[in-house]
């Protein structure tokens, strides 16, 4: 069974540059995930999905961040424009079960 | 004050000993208790699920959780180099969808 699948893999961009990030989760998981993880923390949850709809972005920055989830499947995360700050790794996972959330190998930002 | 604490070591080890690796969290509505391993420049991987309190074994690996303590650990037995990564604990509420992750403990075994 493939995994989630993530690009790209890396990205480095300048700050006020418009980036996105793609994600195809594990055939059949309804249940989709953008996190946020910086350097020795773990992973915050930016946005989760419910098949289509985005049923918890509280904590997704909404003036610059957006993110989309066509017919269910995979989804995609935009910042535009990036900040220094943005600098993280994104990971996405998905989940069939309650609990059981299976993460891809993630995106590592860079903004110069 | 964070929700979950873990202690983000490096904890060094020789290979076959026994490593305990420890959270503790404030919410006492937490019922799921997650483990995961992270190995440098991959996304986390799950290693053990718990449901409320109790053990839970998995070959090399047991997950322990004291609620009344609001206290978790994972054991490893049999240490080897390849255990070596990042471990964070995570925590849900019951009928809930969000998880709460530990800021990881970086465990490096020695052979």
């Known amino acids: 069974e493939a995994g989630v699948v993530q690009s790209p893999r890396y990205k480095i961009i300048e700050k006020k540059q418009p980036v996105a990030f793609w994600c195809n989760p594990i055939?059949?998981?309804?249940?989709l995930y953008w996190y946020l993880q910086n350097l020795g923390q773990g992973p915050e949850l930016l946005i989760r999905?419910?098949?289509?709809?985005?049923?918890?972005d509280s904590q997704l920055p909404k003036d610059r961040f957006s993110a989309e989830r066509l017919k269910g499947v995979d989804s995609t995360l935009k910042i535009q424009p990036a900040e220094l700050g943005d600098s993280a790794v994104y990971l996405c996972?998905?989940?069939?079960?309650?609990?059981?959330?299976?993460f891809g190998p993630g995106t590592r930002l860079t903004v110069t | 004050q964070k929700e979950v604490e873990q202690d983000p070591g490096p904890l060094s080890v020789p290979e076959g000993a026994i490593v305990s690796l420890n959270c503790t969290y404030s919410n006492s509505a937490f019922q799921y208790f997650m483990w995961y391993r992270q190995y440098s420049r991959k996304g986390p991987e799950l290693l053990m699920y718990t449901y409320s309190s109790g053990n839970k074994e998995d070959g090399r690996f047991t997950a322990q959780v004291d609620k009344s303590s609001k206290y978790i650990s994972l054991f490893i037995r049999d240490s080897q180099p390849s255990d070596s990564a990042t471990y964070l604990c995570a925590m849900m509420v019951e009928y809930g969808n969000k998880l709460v992750f530990g800021a990881g403990t970086i465990l490096r075994v020695k052979s």
């Open positions: 055939s059949g998981h309804n249940t």
């Open positions: 999905y419910e098949n289509e709809e985005a049923v918890d």
């Open positions: 996972a998905s989940s069939f079960r309650v609990g059981e959330q299976y």
